[in-house]
């Protein structure tokens, strides 16, 4: 990542979907675990959740991934902060799950745990943990439960650490192509490595429901079908805060004032427009350098600055024409090829009916 930032010449700029608060695209997996080596690094080990720590820590560590991924404003944009402080708590989770797990690996195996801190953690941070949380009652409690809801999941995935949403975004660039519940669930249920295999019977027999009620919802006399987010609440049921599959904090009841599925597409574009608006503000700021290099040359040899002046007025206004030009013949080319576009997916869906009908 160092070399592609150093090609750049700024930070490598991460696609994030604010409807969903997830950071997504190609350079997602690495920005969260650039995040994951500076909280391990520098946050402290306690029993506290992401945000009760120290804002000034949290900025800092944000601040230093922020070095080489362009992941927004961490201080003074919100809806930046919410997906930045998300994805870091699930990582601090996991570091202090982590922990623990070493420490009571250890614990039958040495004389002293407390002695041995697992780097990076602080020697003082292991102590505390150990006194303070793992070795308390409600701490084992707490264990206990947590040990009894994870044996009631009926199957994992094989997403990884990649989000739902990540990888749904990532396929419809590849495939142009946006992915429907039952696709999506196939696609994080099997194991790709080992001959495609399902998980397990489970999440087989959930396909299959999903892709029935699917087809259900798409015939011609269901007049009110339903959204497939309200499919994937049906077949696979809801939690309080996700709707399954989709990876993504929204109600499960659907109501006009809350916000629609994020469309995977549609922040593609987003910052396709945001990229396009730094490289003109970039361009910008290297011809007012230009200027004012051309403006001390001219008085060095003693030309009048004011008839400098009016050439770059001059090749401003010239080249402000030839760009709206352009532009327009750009805009032109591109709702012919949009058009085009629309046209093969309307003839590959026709396609795809005739073919399941069949």
Known sequence: MDKVRKELGHPIPVEINR???KLVGDHSTAVAAALGEQIRDHAPVRDIRWKAIDFGIRESIVVRV????????????????????????????????????????MKNKVADPKNHAPYPCKPEDWVFMIDNVWETKDWKTKSDKGKHARSKVKFNHTSGS??????????????????????KFEMIHRRHRHGG?????????????LKAKLKEQSQPNVTNPS?????????????????????????????????QEPDPEATVLQNKVDDQAKTLTKHSRTMTIVQGLLQVLAIKAGVDPAQVQEVIDRCNSEAGTSDEEANAAGNSDE???????????????????????G
């Open 162 to 183: 990649r989000s739902f949403i990540s990888r749904a975004s990532m396929i419809l660039k590849e495939k142009r192509k946006k992915q429907n519940i039952a696709e």
């Open 19 to 21: 409807v969903a608060r």
């Open 335 to 357: 709702l012919n090829t949009l058009d085009e576009e629309d046209d093969e997916a309307s003839i590959s869906g026709e396609e795809d009916d005739a073919t399941s009908t």
């Open 227 to 259: 959204s497939e987010r309200q499919i994937s609440v049906d077949v696979l049921g809801k939690r309080s805060v996700y709707v399954k599959e989709y990876g993504s904090r929204m109600s499960t009841i659907s109501s006009s004032n809350q916000p």
């Open 66 to 105: 922020g070095q080489t991924f362009d992941i927004g404003d961490y201080k003074n944009d919100m809806e930046a902060r919410e997906t930045i402080d998300l994805k870091c708590q699930d990582l601090y989770k996991e570091w202090k799950r982590n922990l623990c797990k070493c420490y009571f690996a």
């Open 197 to 209: 295999e399902w998980i397990n019977d489970k999440a087989r027999e959930h396909h299959a429901k």
